[in-house]
């Protein structure tokens, strides 16, 4: 069965750290380009970063810019977000997508089911 | 990265068909034949109908078809069913390093 798990949300400070995981199954992980697509509650959807399938082209919304580093590896079938410098406006339901591409992030097929992170004093 | 203009919101009746609209700019939905719609039932995951445009992923009904002109992508879903009642969302490749933007999202109400 093609599947994504993310894990790693949780309630964080402003200002603190956290490290999302996304572990693929079902499908040849390191084939495709893989991506962060998060949405605020009764929000839209935003994309926040993806990377190729190689992990050498990195791609970041100007928003995340400088804060998240999007990183995966294809041995453990598994994408990562490392998210810094947390605030309120990073508060959101955080869905790992795989893209129908080896490079960029023209579609995305495959969803994971969200991990919520909740920024929060 | 403003987000592509999509209605808030559209209905129509069992049977009948109705479109939602997707406007971006020449430096995404006017540029690239990279248009993507997404459906998204309460407390789901996305879920692909339409990507490069016009193309339909297997198992999504023919019912569900894309098209552009110009800076305008659309989406047409013909004889409605209770159970496309969703929202809708249209996301739009931009090139570089810039990714990809959605729209705002349509929420489509079956009466």
């Known amino acids: 069965e093609v599947q994504l798990l993310e894990s790693g949300g949780g309630l964080i400070q402003p200002g603190g750290s956290l490290r999302l995981s996304c572990e693929a199954s079902g499908f040849a992980f390191s084939s495709y380009a893989m991506n962060w697509v998060r949405q605020a509650p009764g929000k839209g959807l935003e994309w926040v970063s993806g990377?190729?399938?190689?992990?050498?082209?990195?791609f970041y919304a100007d928003s995340v810019k400088g804060r998240f580093t999007i990183s995966r590896d294809n041995s453990k079938n598994t994408l990562y977000l490392q998210m810094k410098t947390l605030s309120a406006e990073d508060t959101a339901l955080y869905y790992c997508?795989?893209?129908?591409?080896?490079?960029?992030?023209?579609?995305?097929?495959?969803w994971g089911q969200g991990t919520m992170v909740s920024v929060s004093s | 990265q403003s987000a592509l203009t999509q209605p808030a919101s559209v209905s129509g009746s069992p049977g009948q068909s109705i479109t939602i609209s997707c406007t971006g700019t020449?430096?995404?939905?006017?540029?690239?034949?990279?248009v993507s719609w997404y459906q998204q039932h309460p407390g789901k995951a996305p879920k692909v109908m339409i990507y490069?445009?016009?193309d339909r992923p297997s198992g999504v009904s023919n019912r569900f078809s894309g098209s552009k002109s110009g800076n305008t992508a659309s989406l047409t879903i013909s004889g409605l069913q209770a159970e496309d009642e969703a929202d809708y969302y249209c996301g739009s490749y931009r090139g570089g390093n810039t990714g990809v933007v959605f729209g705002g999202g349509t929420k489509l109400t079956v009466l």
């Open positions: 990377l190729s399938a190689t992990g050498f082209g990195t």
């Open positions: 020449s430096s995404d939905v006017g540029a690239y034949d990279y």
């Open positions: 490069d445009v016009s």
């Open positions: 997508a795989k893209a129908t591409s080896g490079y960029d992030s023209r579609a995305f097929d495959i």
